[in-house]
């Protein structure tokens, strides 16, 4: 019987940041910072390290659409 092999996964993730005081629904007026795609990488990278990974293959990128701009990012690497 032949063993598998662990599998590890991390997720990076950018969120856009609202001013303060911001109510649903909030529209790009009140954005302060948009989400970055840069940012969820970076993220993932710092996850990776933390759980010991080196390398790390990108899976999944899935993001929050919003009007006009992302709202969120996440990516995902095993």
Known sequence: MSEG???IAVLGES???YREGAT???TD???VKHATLEEAFQDLAV???AAGLEHVRVVSIEFKAGNPHIK???VTGT
Do not use: N
Request: aromatic letters at 0%.
């Open 47 to 49: 996850q990776a390290r």
């Open 72 to 74: 969120e990012i996440g």
């Open 5 to 7: 092999r662990r599998v």
């Open 24 to 26: 649903e629904p909030m």
């Open 15 to 17: 969120k856009a940041e």
């Open 29 to 31: 007026d009140d954005v």
